[in-house]
């Protein structure tokens, strides 16, 4: 079975902070981990996909197979991160979510 | 140009009503999905296709029904609605087996 745990539900931050939200997984495969991102009553999107290595809004991620996380990192925390952050692992005709951290970034 | 659509964006229906939220999307893409966020923002799946069959159907009651008459479009019919199917609810679309999702704006569904 898959599972994916986000250990914090709610996550303060100050603006020009670093903010970093905490995943960890099990799954007895090769996982596929993503992170997405929802705005106020909005969709989801897609913000970093493991595979893909990049930074998006300044947004990094780095697999650590040995100790099963993902988690995700920001230097600075700007006022527009205020957001819901999901992270998710991908296994065939399925992706699973962890229960999502709300990030606010105070002024 | 939305790449995932769904329709209606809001739903507000009576208990024991029946209703049908509609899905498509015009990214080509194989695999359609339909999650559900609760009022704790939970998200977790309820059925996937794949190229118009169902391969994943999360033990959701069968008064949800999904149907898919093509590859671009993935409905979901609700018989009998109770209060506790009041959430949003969200379509998606993958391309491949691993390849990330592509969500629409949700369907948020209040049953009084």
């Known amino acids: 079975a898959q599972r994916v745990t986000q250990p914090e539900k709610l996550l303060s931050v100050f603006k020009g902070a670093p903010v970093e939200l905490k995943c960890n997984y099990s799954?007895?495969?090769?996982?596929?981990l993503f992170w997405y991102v929802q705005y106020s009553r909005q969709r989801l999107q897609l913000l970093l996909r493991?595979?893909s290595r990049e930074s998006i809004k300044g947004f990094t991620a780095d697999l650590n197979k040995g100790e099963t996380s993902f988690h995700l990192k920001k230097p600075f925390a700007q006022e527009e991160d205020s957001a819901m952050y999901y992270c998710?692992?991908?296994?065939?005709?399925?992706?699973?979510f962890g229960a999502g951290t709300t990030v606010t970034v105070r002024a | 140009d939305t790449a995932v659509s769904q329709t209606p964006k809001y739903l507000v229906t009576q208990m024991g009503n029946d209703k049908s939220i509609k899905c498509e999307q015009n990214?080509?893409?194989?695999?359609m999905y339909w999650y559900k966020q609760d009022s704790k923002k939970f998200l977790k799946i309820m059925f996937s296709?794949?190229?118009?069959?169902?391969?994943i159907n999360e033990t959701v009651p069968n008064r949800f029904s999904p149907k898919s008459p093509d590859k671009a479009h993935l409905n979901l019919h609700i018989n009998s609605l109770e209060l506790g199917d009041s959430a949003v609810y969200f379509c998606?679309?993958?391309?491949?087996?691993?390849?990330?999702?592509?969500f629409g704006n949700g369907t948020r569904l209040t049953v009084t």
């Open positions: 990214l080509g893409h194989d695999t």
């Open positions: 296709y794949n190229n118009k069959e169902l391969i």
């Open positions: 799954y007895s495969g090769s996982p596929e």
């Open positions: 493991h595979i």
């Open positions: 998606a679309s993958s391309q491949a087996l691993r390849s990330p999702l592509h």
């Open positions: 998710a692992l991908k296994s065939d005709y399925k992706l699973s």
